[in-house]
């Protein structure tokens, strides 16, 4: 007697199969929505608003910072463009300009998974503080890994890295409302 192996088919109802690949379709076009661009956009209030692609940013001046990782317990070096130069780039005031209502002046740094942290732009300027504040592209001589990069904050003199912003995709420049004192 000989065995006889038939081919199985598995029968799927058309609409469960359109259900398949219209699911894959939208995750596909979920994941390249918040897939990290690369590109930086700086906005607000600002003179020049600017976007900026890791390309550009590895032309502008270049810092380069060698941190303690409190998370690794690893030296890493980054190296990127001071955020101090990109809002130059754009037009904010700087120096002795940065004076009055300009010292109540605040950047929101935002991640491509919504994170948001703030900046006074006094803490960003070198003429009020030494501010090594950087946007980095690159750690230990390669580009940032996916989940950091592309471009990432580094604020090397904080305590603790919860300013240091991985996934940056944003830097907005507000002015912080005038309020009149509560009367009593």
């Known amino acids: 007697m000989r065995l ?6 598995v029968f799927i109802p058309a609409a ?10 939208t995750s596909n076009w979920a994941a390249a929505q918040t897939a990290p661009t ?3 956009r700086i906005g ?14 590895k032309k502008m001046p270049r810092k380069s910072l060698t941190v303690d990782n409190p998370h690794t317990g690893k030296k890493e070096t980054y190296v990127g463009v001071p955020i101090e130069e990109l809002l130059r780039k754009a037009g904010v005031p700087e120096g002795e300009n940065l004076r ?7 950047i929101v740094a935002e991640a491509e998974d919504g994170y948001r942290v703030v900046f006074s ?3 960003l300027d070198s003429g009020i503080t030494d501010s090594d504040l950087i946007v ?6 390669s580009p940032l890994g996916e989940k950091v990069g592309p ?8 305590k603790r890295p919860a300013r240091w912003v991985r996934m940056l995709k944003s830097l907005t420049v507000l002015n912080a409302p005038a309020e009149t004192p509560a009367k009593s």
């Open 44 to 57: 607000g209030a600002v003179a020049t608003p600017l976007t900026l692609t890791v390309a550009d940013l």
């Open 121 to 123: 732009l006094a803490e």
């Open 136 to 141: 980095a592209d690159t750690m230990d001589g």
């Open 38 to 40: 690369g590109e930086l």
């Open 151 to 158: 471009l990432r904050i580094v604020a090397p003199h904080e």
């Open 4 to 9: 006889r192996i038939r081919p199985c088919y």
């Open 100 to 106: 009055g209502k300009s010292l109540a002046t605040y």
């Open 16 to 25: 469960v199969w359109l259900f398949l690949v219209a699911l894959n379709e």
